[in-house]
Nanobody, 125 residues
Framework: QVQLVESGGGLVQAGGSLRLSCAAS????????MAWFRQAPEKEREFVAA????????YYAESVKGRFTISRDNAKNTVYLQMTSLKFEDTAVYYC??????????????????WGQGTQVTVSS
């Protein structure tokens, strides 16, 4: 079965950096568009970034554009989220998501069938 396991979260000061990883198993990774979403306490889950199967098409939320970079290594079945210039408002549980029907990815959570368990990112101000 498909499993997505996030890692790399933690506590960081504002202005700092973190790199999240999402290791996938039980799937042909290169056939899946991948994405990162996040959910802060008492808020809706929101889109962060998405990457196409090939890695050539990438989308970002406006709130993270220029600070976050999504990438993937199809040989390692892993998608990454490099986060820099972190802000207090980036504090959330970060989830990776995957779907085989999407080619270029989507900003809509409902379009992803598979989700990881999440990793907590806390940015202190």
């Amino acid at each position: 079965q498909v499993q997505l396991v996030e890692s790399g979260g933690g506590l960081v000061q504002a202005g700092g950096s973190l790199r999240l990883s999402c290791a996938a198993s039980g799937l042909t990774f290169s056939n899946y568009a991948m994405a990162w979403f996040r959910q802060a306490p008492e808020k809706e889950r929101e889109f962060v970034a998405a990457i196409s199967r090939s890695g050539l098409t990438i989308y970002y939320a406006e709130s993270v554009k220029g600070r976050f970079t999504i990438s993937r290594d199809n040989a390692k079945n892993t998608v990454y989220l490099q986060m820099t210039s972190l802000k207090f408002e980036d504090t959330a549980v970060y989830y990776c998501a995957a779907d085989p029907r999407l080619i270029t990815g989507s900003r809509t959570a409902q379009e992803y069938d598979y989700w990881g368990q999440g990793t907590q990112v806390t940015v202190s101000s």
